[in-house]
């Protein structure tokens, strides 16, 4: 499919949800994009084009919505995954990385010997404030990799979050609200 169709495409299948999960808050739901394995076959080609240029060696996706996409993709570009995930929930020896993020704050985990000497793709369904991501980034290089740069489905460009990340480091986004 064409990239102008595919985004369009991918795009016609993201519903807004006002004041979920607070008030304030549009919520930008990808069930629709996965419920389609059109639009989920264009976003995932659509995010391995621009992750290839990048040359990854690993995948890092945030949970929950950040595998749906960061697991198919790693296996698309034939790199491992790694996944990130809230407290207590990996069973092995993991470091931890406090975040923020647009309604909230929390804690990041990810196992010690996960990503020692990968260039990692860290990978989201949406960048807001960046936090997430960003933090996932700290706690990559801590681990002893380097970070390849990081894609997302969606970024809310009115949240800045790309000025929360390193500047030196690519930041591809599939649409931008
Ligand atoms: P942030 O750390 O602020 O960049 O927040 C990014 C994380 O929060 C991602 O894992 C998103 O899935 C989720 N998130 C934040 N804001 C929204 C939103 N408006 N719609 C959907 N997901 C969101």
């Given at each position: 499919?064409?990239?102008?169709?595919?985004?369009?495409?991918?795009?016609?299948?993201?519903?807004?949800?006002?004041?979920?999960?607070?008030?304030?808050?549009?919520?930008?739901?990808?069930?629709?994009?996965?419920?389609?394995?059109?639009?989920?076959?264009?976003?995932?080609?659509?995010?391995?084009?621009v992750?290839?240029?990048l040359?990854?060696?690993?995948?890092?996706?945030?949970?929950?919505?950040?595998?749906?996409?960061?697991?198919?993709?790693?296996?698309?570009?034939?790199?491992?995954?790694?996944?990130?995930?809230?407290?207590?929930?990996?069973?092995?020896?993991?470091?931890?990385?406090?975040?923020?993020?647009?309604?909230?704050?929390?804690?990041?985990?990810?196992?010690?010997?996960?990503?020692?000497?990968?260039?990692?793709?860290i990978?989201?369904?949406?960048l807001?404030?960046g936090?997430?991501a960003?933090?996932?980034?700290?706690?990559?290089?801590?681990?002893?990799?380097?970070?390849?740069g990081f894609t997302f489905?969606?970024e809310?460009?009115?949240?800045?979050g790309r000025d929360a990340l390193d500047p030196?480091t690519p930041v591809r986004s599939?649409?931008?609200?």
């Amino acid at each position: 499919m064409e990239e102008a169709s595919a985004l369009r495409l991918i795009s016609s299948r993201i519903r807004d949800i006002p004041d979920f999960p607070k008030p304030g808050i549009l919520f930008k739901d990808i069930t629709p994009i996965l419920a389609d394995p059109t639009a989920f076959r264009a976003a995932l080609d659509l995010l391995a084009t621009v992750a290839e240029p990048l040359r990854p060696t690993q995948v890092v996706a945030i949970e929950s919505r950040g595998f749906i996409f960061g697991a198919p993709l790693a296996a698309q570009l034939g790199v491992g995954f790694a996944p990130v995930r809230k407290p207590g929930k990996l069973p092995y020896r993991s470091a931890r990385e406090e975040y923020t993020l647009e309604y909230g704050s929390g804690v990041l985990e990810m196992h010690e010997d996960a990503v020692s000497g990968q260039r990692v793709l860290i990978v989201d369904d949406l960048l807001a404030t960046g936090g997430t991501a960003a933090a996932t980034a700290r706690l990559c290089q801590r681990l002893g990799a380097q970070v390849a740069g990081f894609t997302f489905v969606i970024e809310l460009g009115f949240l800045a979050g790309r000025d929360a990340l390193d500047p030196n480091t690519p930041v591809r986004s599939l649409l931008t609200f």
